[in-house]
């Protein structure tokens, strides 16, 4: 089981950390990742961690903005958003996937578990 939290409504410019805590199963050999979906849309790829973190992928136009990272004894991940813009509303999802390659890490259909979302929201 997943469950991020730290969402929230933030203005334009702003940061906020969202976490996502697993239980039930030890995740340390999962790739991670981050999604979101906006009203209307699909859900997207937000950035990705592999194992033991030494491999990162994000989606282009979080680049330099956002920072993902896991701590494998906390069985947690990390999403540091900052310079928030207002297309980055959105409710977003963490994931788990056993058996994603580097170059599948940013394919929703690669991962197996998945968390309940946490809504962001970015004011102007």
């Known amino acids: 089981q997943l469950q991020a939290c730290g969402g929230g409504l933030v203005q334009t410019g702003g940061s906020l950390r969202l976490s996502c805590a697993a239980s039930g199963r030890t995740f340390s050999s999962y790739v991670m990742g981050w999604f979101r979906q906006a009203p209307g849309k699909e859900r997207e790829f937000v950035a990705a961690?592999?194992?033991?973190?030494?491999?990162?992928r994000y989606t282009d136009s979080v680049k330099g903005r956002f920072t993902i990272s896991r701590d494998n004894a906390r069985n947690t991940i990390y999403l540091q958003m900052n310079s928030l813009k207002s297309e980055d509303t959105a409710v977003y999802y963490c994931?788990?996937?056993?058996?994603?390659?580097?170059?599948?890490?940013?394919?929703?259909?690669?991962?197996?578990?998945w968390g309940q979302g946490t809504q962001v929201t970015v004011s102007s």
């Open positions: 994931a788990a996937g056993r058996f994603v390659t580097a170059q599948d890490m940013g394919v929703k259909e690669k991962y197996d578990y």
């Open positions: 961690i592999n194992f033991f973190g030494y491999t990162t």
